[in-house]
């Protein structure tokens, strides 16, 4: 069966929850596992004291017994702590006035207020609770599990930050988009492919800490990758079954994410076709094993919507959070007058590396989909 | 019912065959646009001589009755004009001695080689008939019937050159991604963004021939702009219902697309949150109407995965074609040897005009689908 | 966006989750409304104590804000109240040694055995746990859900018992397949259509009764009515957007249903086409309202797969459970021995009215999901 | 990539079109396969003289090269051979005057009124034309191609007349829901399961003749029987993943089936637990293979939704055709005054064996997708 799923939790509801179906029986899943994949996600420069306050975990409902898949729906609760702050605000209970809950204003940036001509509302809340970056913990959660069957598969994937601000953090010297030959054997290694060096913590740290100050926030560049994918995931028949368009749908569907590339595949656009792909390794070194290796990698791992072998890249680019301080001007839908919001008190500066860990979910999903489907 | 379809057909089989379902009763179909949007696709610089012998013609084989659709699916057929040389070569019937057709080799940049060993075959043709170029004449053939829809409601999209072989075409005192006021009332100025100055047509000519006689091919950048569409398309809710997610996956879907940005997603994530978004046009001039404009379109018409009213701008990178001159040295499957295929005699230098035309017709797709879920 | 929905959670697990998206906003969503049904799904003629003993609820995690859905997926959590009991046999955690937990061994009638085959287990446990009637609690808050959107566009359903243990129950002086004009204006009285008679009540205690003392168990024939339905819901022009074939997947769906019906369907097939259709009401009675009326409901309100305005009439066929006393002779899968397993001593000796009323949530999802899809 | 297929096509329009794709690459597929079986449908008693003038052909545009399927989408294509009378009333091209063609006015027990006011039409042809038994010889088609790939697994699929306009035909002595072990080894007679016996013959074609006089039309019951499905099929963890519930749609999907049956689905509801399921072999026959045999398949080969090695028997009840003679009294829809259509000419007494054909086909399709989702 087609691997499928869904989720649905509002920011500040009782909590997130998921549901995924078509996983193989056996499958050997421990919340921890979870459970680290969600403190990842809530690390990182520029987060708020929230995110170091609440530690997310998931609570597993259905589909593992003793440590194992059992074929049907796995299903994972995760908490929101925070919910006791809002438990009437947020209550699906009938109130008997509303008024008492004074609308959220739309913010510029936020799916806010094309939501709330979308569905007729006057008040934000409607839609931001659902709409926020609250809802990648359980992408995360989901990943983590599909992460799981991928690595009992030998596949493993990691991220890296390229960009963080407008500033360049990727070390310039290693390979932009590695080979699986550049990979070698152990590909495990790339879980730990996020962690910084002395010098690019202490970088990122004073980007935030000035965008702090001056109540901005900054966006960045992710960049994701899958190694030891064996070769064939995915189809060139058609465009809704290719490997790429899955993969540029997932990483576009995380809140903030404006652009996707595969490989290297904004500078093969501008040059020549002679070398813009990615020869075959055989005739260099016919000992070369797997056989159907390349000498470079600017595809990213997939030609026509199919794996060949390489490590799968994808570069995703994120936006600046949209909550400054002082926010910025916005608009009340009841009266369609302009409105100043007042400033909010705690918020992430960032959160670029959350991304990062999101993205790695999204790519691992996608892949454990093709997997199955092979 | 909810929009889908499916195509079929090789590049030198009988034809191309799409149908497409979900479409409402009484729209106003005709064969001669569809027809139009294919000869635009078969129409640019680049092109090998193949397509201007051959004029693609859409044929209705059902879903249309004397002008307008009728709740059926619509289906169509291209027929392929060439398949007269390949009829034995592609024939579906058995054949008593496969050895007269000797197999082609796997084209480093193709599907051929994931493909090959995918489905376990020896023939990249066996791959390559399907991941063609080719394909996206039935993808353009749909979108055209998308797009009658789409005008229909007062939606017109239009594309554009941004670079071409690396050289930047696009005029840069225009509005990179212009907004709603920018495009004024009639947009279906945009049908005729494609056109070119000369003095872009001559920059372009120059540099295909260039690359002609060099055996090169080229890649390059276009950009899709749809306008006067309305807020509420699509959905924050979940990643799949997501538009941006949607048009991700429709352009990456496109053969040779290896990147794809909305708005002016990249450069959003370099700068800080406070000048990254769009603000409300209110403020500034309350007799605007719609009410909801803004005064920049950074995030191309698309804010929490919903459309927010402002043109729907999205960019996508394709890399150079893969059939250069000489070959790149290819390997042959049944002995894992290398081997120097011959030169490929006839084919095109560059489709960066054509993939504009296909990237108009998959958002088409796209918007058409997003706008009957409503 | 198109309305579906997973679910999740094993029998005796810590409880059943449900998510479900596409509902518009503002809906209206009271918990006790679908703690109703769940109440109603556990009464009835030959269930066991259990079901008495526990009284599920339904928490409404997500999609739901004061009352009223606010466009994003509704979760739904009902606890299975005897998990306590079982929380080491059910753990999601890992365990060191699984021997102290005897493998449940495969029974008849159930998915145990093919289950089995199909994942590999030797545990049937693994198997029964989610193949379980016990899910189609959620299912139940699911259609219940679904009876507020159809009940807010005035569209009502019922249902009535047919056959219970191979008896008729079924007045045979009512109409088998009520038309329009039969049911009235106020098509809210189908929702005590279940309600039984003295004389029927008694009759059907007797038949459990008598099933008990044997360690029998029971099956029946439940219909369930859905009266003002618009007509247009469905599709004629692909067999899976056929509502009749939707209906017909989720009827059969059901544990246990076996055969389904739509009107008069058996009959219809055994007699010559000029009684076998459904006249026009017009020719007879020019002011009847609405006009499309008619002046039979063999079809049971679906033609060529598309709602014509009569009620929607579904019978299902139920089988007796699978769980009789002394249990059917097994095999233990480690050794392919057959084995005798010990008496089952608490449980159902009919589940007929609880299919029933599972029967009705199906109907509702289906129509709820076609109304959404006009 | 599972399998998904769409069809395309009016009954007088150019012809059928039908889209399948998912299906192996290197599944043997020959044109007269497909053949075969259109002439199986277009045979039996009651058709029109019509059904045997016209013979229908499959054309493969795609899918296939030199007799295999090469893993890309299987597009077929059925003429019309009646279209070139109707080429100008079904042109898809755009006519000066509609009132040339006179608007066809609905029929009882058609898609005609309830399509009628779904689109809102006045003309019933825009409705008849798709929403006719003539679509199902694509869907013939196309489980064509699911048999070979099916029979290339062992597995094969057979029909037979249980009832014919209210007689019954099947032979009584036989068994009505046959094992596995009475199916035996070779369950490729199935494929010849359709042939009658003299004496059945000369009764359906004596009660046809007396239809055929009066101007009546016969409905009917058919089986279908799949044997050699191996066990696991399908899956009990969500009602839309089940093998029955598919099953039910598909055969409710064909038009004028009102009512579909598992195994002894019926009588099975009327008996006690004891008798009412299919025993396991293994305790009556230790050497009897293969192991997970039944004594008995009440349940029609499939448990839970999964398949439990036994043979897949699906019953279909078939009303009459709606075309009587004289015509059933309509209404035009532009004065919603009765009218009285004229006579039919050439039209059919019964479909009933077509039917069956039918049912084999999308029994096919649905093992085809079961089998390949494993």
């Known amino acids: 069966m087609a691997l499928r799923w869904l989720t649905a939790g509002e920011s500040h509801g009782p ?19 979870i459970d680290a994949e969600l403190l990842r996600r809530q690390r990182g420069a520029g987060r708020s004291k929230r995110q170091q306050i609440e530690r997310d975990t998931a609570t597993i409902i259905a589909g593992v017994r003793h440590g194992k898949t059992i074929g049907s ?92 601000g407008g500033v360049r953090i990727f070390d310039i010297e290693e390979s932009m988009v590695p080979t699986r030959a550049e990979i070698g054997d152990d590909p495990s290694m790339l879980t730990s492919l996020h962690e910084l060096e002395n010098e690019q913590q202490k970088k990122i740290n004073e980007i935030v800490e000035r965008a702090r100050e001056s109540g901005e926030t900054l966006g960045g560049v992710m960049q994701a990758i899958s190694a030891h994918v064996p070769p064939g995931l ?26 996707v590339e595969l490989g290297a595949g904004m500078s093969q656009a501008g ?30 791992g997939i030609e026509g919507g199919i794996t060949n072998g390489e490590p799968v890249c ?34 992430d500066v960032s959160a670029v590396e959350a991304m990062g860990v999101v993205l790695e979910a999204v790519v691992a999903l996608e892949l454990a989909r093709a997997h199955l489907d092979m």
């Not at 997130?16 to 919340?31: D, F, H, K, R, Y």
């Not at 839609?127 to 493993?156: D, F, K």
């Not at 020869?279 to 290796?293: C, I, Q, V």
């Not at 994808?314 to 949209?322: E, G, I, N, S």
Request: hydrophobic share 35%; with cysteine; glycine share 10%.
């Open 234 to 259: 995915g189809s060139c028949v058609l465009p809704d079954e290719r490997l790429d368009s899955r993969i540029a749908a997932a990483a576009m569907g995380i809140p903030g994410v404006k652009a």
């Open 314 to 347: 994808v570069t995703a680019w994120m936006k600046p959070l949209a909550t400054v301080n002082p926010p910025l001007p916005s608009i009340d839908l009841r009266t369609k007058e302009p409105v100043q919001p007042e400033s909010s008190e705690r918020s």
């Open 15 to 33: 909590g997130l929850v998921g549901i995924i179906t078509g996983l193989p029986a056996g499958l050997e899943i421990w919340p921890g596992r």
């Open 73 to 164: 729906p796995v299903a994972i609760l995760i908490e929101n702590k925070d919910h006791q702050n809002w438990k009437e605000a947020m209550s699906s209970d009938p109130v008997e006035d509303e008024s008492v809950f004074p609308p959220a204003y739309p913010r510029p940036g936020h799916a806010d207020l094309a939501g709330m001509i979308k569905w007729g509302f006057d008040d934000a809340r409607n839609v931001l609770e659902r709409a926020s970056g609250r809802s990648t913990a359980m992408t995360v959660a989901l990943g983590a599990v599909c992460r799981t069957y991928l690595e009992q598969h030998g596949i493993y994937t990691g991220s890296r930050i390229i960009e963080y």
């Open 271 to 300: 040059i020549g076709g002679k070398n813009a792909h990615d020869r075959f390794a055989l005739s260099d070194d016919p000992s070369h094993e797997p056989w159907y290796g390349r000498l470079s990698n600017l595809a990213g």
